[in-house]
């Protein structure tokens, strides 16, 4: 839980995912969290002069425990919207996103445009669910977890899923090839931000360690050491 606020080597609780990579995931041999949101925000924390432990959980119960408040901090590759802006302070844009179609590697689905009446998977309280429920006639499957999604459409449960990008894109390159494709645009371009408790009183400081850490050349370094090839 929150101990205080600001520059003062308090240490502060962060709520994080378990499962989406290559931004939070536990390392599979040593059950370490790890990943560029790992990375990121221990280097913040480190300049803004603050220390920190982590909690993990599903997104759903992510996004409702910074929305009433119950944790100081939240990574967790955690797109910007106006709505959850009434709930949750977010810091300075981290991250370029955005979402797209997963099909299996045989499907007709050519984009988003053909999915009313499919059976398309998204995960619970993600912004691809919302955008599938509002956007679309797809059957919608929403799980705790995306994994179980993609798995269901690599099995053929499911006709295909939409989620992040990047996280979409890690998955094939890792569990899918030939198996599974992307179809179709990236839709509706988003940004990661850190979140913060309303109000909070350490999302300056972040912020300029944040910056710091993009002006200096170690944002790019993280982002070669997850994203690079
Ligand atoms: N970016 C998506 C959202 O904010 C999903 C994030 C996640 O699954 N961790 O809704």
């Not at 969290?33 to 432990?53: P, Q, S, Y």
């Not at 955690?78 to 981290?94: A, G, H, Q």
């Amino acid at each position: 839980a929150a101990c205080g606020n600001g520059k003062d080597g308090k240490k502060y609780t962060v709520a994080t995912d378990s499962n989406f990579k290559p931004f939070e995931y536990l390392n599979p041999k040593t059950g370490e969290l790890e990943g560029f949101d790992i990375d990121i925000i221990k280097e913040i924390a480190k300049r803004a002069g603050f220390e920190v432990e982590f909690e993990t959980m599903d997104f759903d119960g992510l996004l409702a425990g910074m929305q009433s408040g119950r944790y100081p901090i939240g990574i967790a590759g955690m797109s910007i919207t106006e709505k959850r802006k009434e709930s949750i302070d977010f810091s300075i844009p981290y991250y370029d996103s955005g979402m797209i179609l997963m099909v299996p590697e045989d499907s007709d689905i050519q984009s988003i445009d053909d999915v009313d009446g499919k059976k398309i998977g998204s995960r619970q309280g993600s912004t691809s669910q919302t955008y599938l429920k509002e956007n679309t006639s797809a059957k919608v499957e929403a799980f705790p977890e995306i994994v179980t999604a993609y798995q269901d459409v690599k099995e053929g449960r499911l006709d295909g899923a939409l989620y992040d990008l990047p996280n979409v894109k890690h998955y094939i390159a890792t569990e899918g090839k030939n198996k599974l494709k992307t179809v179709g645009e990236v839709l509706q371009g988003e940004s990661y931000g850190i979140a913060f408790s309303k109000g909070s009183k350490i999302v300056d400081d972040a912020n300029k360690a944040l910056q710091s850490i993009i002006d200096d050349g170690t944002y790019a370094k993280l982002y070669e050491k997850y994203f690079g090839e």
